[in-house]
């Protein structure tokens, strides 16, 4: 099993910004991809970024291109989502997800394992 733990929303303005950590674990895998999703309420969770974590090639989802970027942490165990320009409609529940394999997915489907959730609320 993996376990993930999320950290850093809040509450901040429009124009602001926050960074998000997500620390992993438990289980290893030789290769695995993680990701950041998001759910608004009363709309279905959607993708917002992926990271490889052998080679490092993020992937995001148009709407937060530009303004959001996924990291690794040194530690093989941790990953971040700097947001920058936040704008009210980023306000979500904003989960850590992790997929073993080395294959990029935005389907939420093919991730194993999902961490409690981290709230993010961007006032206008």
């Known amino acids: 099993q993996v376990q993930l733990v999320e950290s850093g929303g809040g509450l901040v303005q429009a124009g602001g910004s926050l960074r998000l950590s997500c620390a992993a674990s438990?289980?290893?895998?030789?290769?695995?991809?993680m990701g950041w999703f998001r759910q608004a309420p009363g709309k279905e969770r959607e993708f917002v970024a992926a990271?490889?974590?052998?080679?490092?090639?993020?992937y995001y989802a148009d709407s937060v291109k530009g303004r959001f970027t996924i990291s690794r942490g040194n530690t093989k165990n941790t990953v971040y989502l700097q947001m920058n320009s936040l704008k009210p409609e980023d306000t979500a529940v904003y989960y850590c997800?992790?997929?073993?394999?080395?294959?990029?997915?935005?389907?939420?489907?093919?991730?194993?394992?999902w961490g409690q959730g981290t709230q993010v609320t961007v006032s206008s």
């Open positions: 997800a992790a997929k073993s394999g080395s294959s990029y997915a935005n389907n939420l489907r093919r991730y194993d394992y």
């Open positions: 438990g289980r290893t895998f030789s290769s695995y991809v």
């Open positions: 990271i490889t974590w052998g080679g490092g090639t993020t």
